[in-house]
C-alpha cells in the first residue's frame, strides 16, 4: 500500500488531537517528514527548524516527544502561500 495516508480513511479515534476535526471536514492528505520534505523541496534540518519554531503546523504521532510527525499537505500550501515573496522584495 501506498504510505500516504488520506484522512478520510482514518477514524477519528486513530488521530492525533485536532486532526480529527480537519479529518471531518476535508479529504486532506496526511504527509510524513520525508514527504513533507520533497513536497516543500527543503531539506530534513530546514523542516525540523520550521517546525521546532512552530513556523509549520506539524502534529505528533504517538507519545513523548519522539514520536513521529505528520503534517497536512492543505496546512503546508498555506503555509506556503502565506509566505511568498513579492517580485518587489526580492
Request: glycine share 6%.
Amino acid at each position: 500500500m501506498n504510505q500516504r495516508i488520506a484522512l478520510n480513511r482514518l477514524t477519528s479515534s486513530s488521530l492525533p488531537q485536532g486532526m480529527a476535526t480537519v479529518a471531518a471536514r476535508s479529504d486532506d492528505e496526511i504527509l510524513t517528514a520525508r514527504e513533507a520534505q520533497q513536497f516543500l523541496k527543503i531539506g530534513r534540518t530546514k523542516l525540523w527548524d520550521l517546525t521546532r519554531r512552530n513556523e509549520i503546523p506539524a502534529y505528533r504521532v504517538g507519545p513523548g516527544s519522539r514520536s513521529s510527525l505528520r503534517y497536512l499537505r492543505t496546512e503546508l500550501m498555506r503555509w506556503l502561500e502565506g509566505n511568498r515573496v513579492n517580485g518587489s522584495s526580492v
